[in-house]
């Protein structure tokens, strides 16, 4: 049997989830139903459509603090080969994205690397941090 799951996560900023979102050609859409097993949907305040059979639900948290859960049914495997274990690599793409975003707001240059195991190098420079 299958179900969704909602992970706690750090994600407050829409915009730098939607970035995060085209980095992975990924799609954030908002207002529509989440697919997941057998047919069974849910309607979310955001989705991010997966290329496969199911998405993932991006919901403001119920603890009202200004993140945001991410609800998916893990089943089967669709979900963790799109963005990585507990969404691993789309949490990864935020982070960077709203690093960079920052890096920009204040002026800082920035350069980006992906290490041979997956890891990204993020330089900073210029300014104040």
């Not at 949907?41 to 200004?66: F, M, Q, S």
């Not at 993140?67 to 089943?75: F, G, H, Q, S, V």
Request: glycine residues 14%.
């Amino acid at each position: 049997m299958s179900h969704f799951t909602t992970i706690k996560t750090e994600v407050r900023d829409l915009e730098t989830l939607r970035d995060a979102c085209v980095e992975m050609d990924l799609v954030l859409e908002s207002g529509i139903m989440c697919r997941g097993f057998g047919g069974i949907n849910r309607t979310a305040h955001r989705i991010v459509r997966l290329k496969g059979p199911y998405d993932i639900a991006v919901d403001p948290a119920e603890a009202g603090d200004g993140t945001y859960a991410l609800t998916t049914d893990w089943w089967g495997g669709h979900v963790e080969i799109e963005v990585g274990i507990g969404y691993g690599r789309l949490l990864q793409s935020y982070g960077v994205q709203k690093t960079m975003r920052e890096a920009r707001s204040r002026g800082l240059r920035f350069s980006r690397q992906i290490e041979p195991d997956g890891c990204v190098l993020l330089t900073l420079e210029g300014g104040a941090l």
